[in-house]
């Protein structure tokens, strides 16, 4: 009779540890969930992230370029500028000199201070 006591506090005992794991493997499925569910809210969080980080370097290097070309558009436009300029000033002096010359009243001049030097 002792051993079927001793069997039934076995069984009894038994089926009361079998419980016990039944409960802590559900708490730990839990667990597990809520570590899947925070694995995906960080990956998504890090995919974000990633787009975000990409489109901010996207921006820099378009606005990079537009520097770079505004730059060059000026230093061309000055290019032009300086040259439009010399131009201008060698067309000035130009015309001047045709004048002067044209004219012949600088050379009549010349002419004149140079009778006037050697008849002294």
């Known amino acids: 009779m002792e051993k079927i006591v001793d069997v039934d506090h076995l ?7 079998i419980k016990q794991l039944e409960v802590n493997d559900l708490d730990k499925e839990k667990r597990l969930r809520a570590v899947e569910q925070s694995y995906l809210k960080l990956e998504n969080t890090i995919l974000q992230e990633n787009r975000d980080t990409r489109l901010l370097f996207q921006n820099t290097i378009q606005n990079q370029w537009d520097l ?16 439009d300029l010399a131009k201008s000033n060698l067309e000035r002096r130009t015309e001047l000199a045709i004048k002067l010359l044209g004219t012949g ?6 002419i004149q201070f140079l009778f006037e030097w050697i008849s002294k």
Request: aromatic share 10%; with cysteine; hydrophobic share 30%.
């Open 11 to 17: 069984l009894y005992n038994h089926e009361g540890r």
């Open 68 to 83: 770079i070309k505004s730059r060059d558009a000026a230093v061309e436009n000055d290019k032009s500028r300086n040259y």
């Open 105 to 110: 009243g600088l050379l009549y001049l010349c």
